[in-house]
């Protein structure tokens, strides 16, 4: 009987990287990283971003942006305060104080779950508000935290979806560090007072900021 031979295979290998493996992003925009965040110091306040999903409506819009507003006040506690916010179409950036990584991330995650509530609530509607997990960069130096706060109050500019003066869908109203004279609202502010030194006394160290910057591009790796 005649015994057929077996061909070999020709398989590059096995294992290894291979080009175009693994999984792909959802979109042209890159996905927060799940791996470990890094420990986080108190003295140094983050710079949060937050994304909604694509079929929501307008986040400054009819009454759901005095509902983020109301919900940002609502999540500060002792070991985690929203020190400044600013609200665009599709994002929402915050400065934000935490004691430490544990209190940043639980502190993150219930005000995500407090705000989805608010907007599903006003909207009518179930279902994500977030596209993905929030992106957060500690600031170490005043030049830092005083660059986020000209990117995080003045970011209707650089959107284009607010005018001269102070955007309304800020915490800018209440800021007390602007370079131009601004009234102040008689109420009291929706978020906490800053106790760290970096944002609250530090960033000075550079000078006050003017009302009619426009924010530019970050460097890459930092919030978008």
Same mark, same amino acid.
């Given at each position: 009987?005649?015994?057929?031979?077996?061909?070999?295979?020709? /398989?590059? =290998?096995?294992?290894?990287?291979?080009?175009?493996?693994?999984? %792909? &992003?959802?979109?042209?925009?890159?996905?927060?990283?799940?791996?470990?965040?890094?420990? $986080?110091?108190? #003295? +140094?306040?983050?710079?949060?971003?937050?994304?909604?999903?694509?079929?929501?409506? !307008?986040?400054?819009? =009819?009454?759901?942006?005095?509902?983020?507003?109301?919900? /940002?006040?609502?999540?500060?506690? @002792?070991?985690?305060?929203?020190?400044?916010?600013?609200?665009?179409?599709? $994002?929402? +950036?915050?400065?934000?104080?935490?004691?430490?990584?544990?209190?940043?991330?639980?502190?993150?995650?219930?005000?995500?779950?407090?705000?989805?509530?608010?907007?599903?609530?006003?909207?009518?509607?179930?279902?994500?508000?977030? !596209?993905? @997990? /929030? $992106?957060?960069?500690?600031?170490?130096?005043?030049?830092?935290? @005083?660059?986020?706060?000209?990117?995080?109050?003045?970011?209707?500019? %650089?959107?284009?979806?607010?005018? #001269?003066?102070?955007? &309304?869908?800020?915490?800018?109203?209440?800021?007390?560090?602007?370079?131009?004279?601004?009234?102040?609202?008689?109420?009291?502010?929706?978020?906490?007072?800053?106790?760290?030194?970096?944002? !609250?006394? =530090?960033?000075?160290?550079?000078?006050?900021?003017?009302?009619?910057?426009? &924010?530019?591009?970050?460097? @890459?790796?930092?919030?978008?």
């Amino acid at each position: 009987m005649r015994v057929r031979r077996q061909q070999a295979l020709d /398989f590059p =290998g096995r294992g290894g990287r291979r080009p175009g493996a693994g999984r %792909k &992003p959802a979109g042209p925009r890159p996905r927060v990283s799940h791996q470990r965040r890094p420990s $986080h110091d108190r #003295r +140094h306040p983050a710079h949060v971003t937050l994304r909604a999903v694509d079929d929501l409506p !307008s986040l400054r819009g =009819g009454n759901v942006f005095p509902a983020l507003r109301r919900a /940002f006040g609502a999540a500060c506690a @002792r070991a985690f305060r929203v020190v400044h916010y600013s609200v665009q179409g599709n $994002h929402l +950036h915050l400065l934000v104080e935490a004691d430490d990584e544990r209190a940043l991330t639980r502190g993150m995650q219930g005000l995500c779950i407090r705000l989805a509530r608010a907007v599903n609530r006003i909207l009518g509607r179930h279902g994500r508000v977030w !596209s993905d @997990r /929030f $992106h957060a960069r500690a600031l170490r130096t005043p030049r830092e935290v @005083r660059n986020a706060l000209v990117y995080v109050l003045l970011n209707g500019r %650089k959107h284009a979806v607010s005018g #001269r003066g102070v955007d &309304p869908c800020s915490s800018g109203p209440w800021f007390a560090g602007w370079r131009d004279p601004v009234g102040q609202p008689p109420t009291a502010p929706p978020v906490a007072p800053a106790q760290t030194w970096l944002l !609250s006394v =530090g960033w000075r160290r550079s000078g006050e900021i003017r009302i009619d910057m426009i &924010p530019g591009r970050l460097r @890459r790796g930092d919030a978008r």
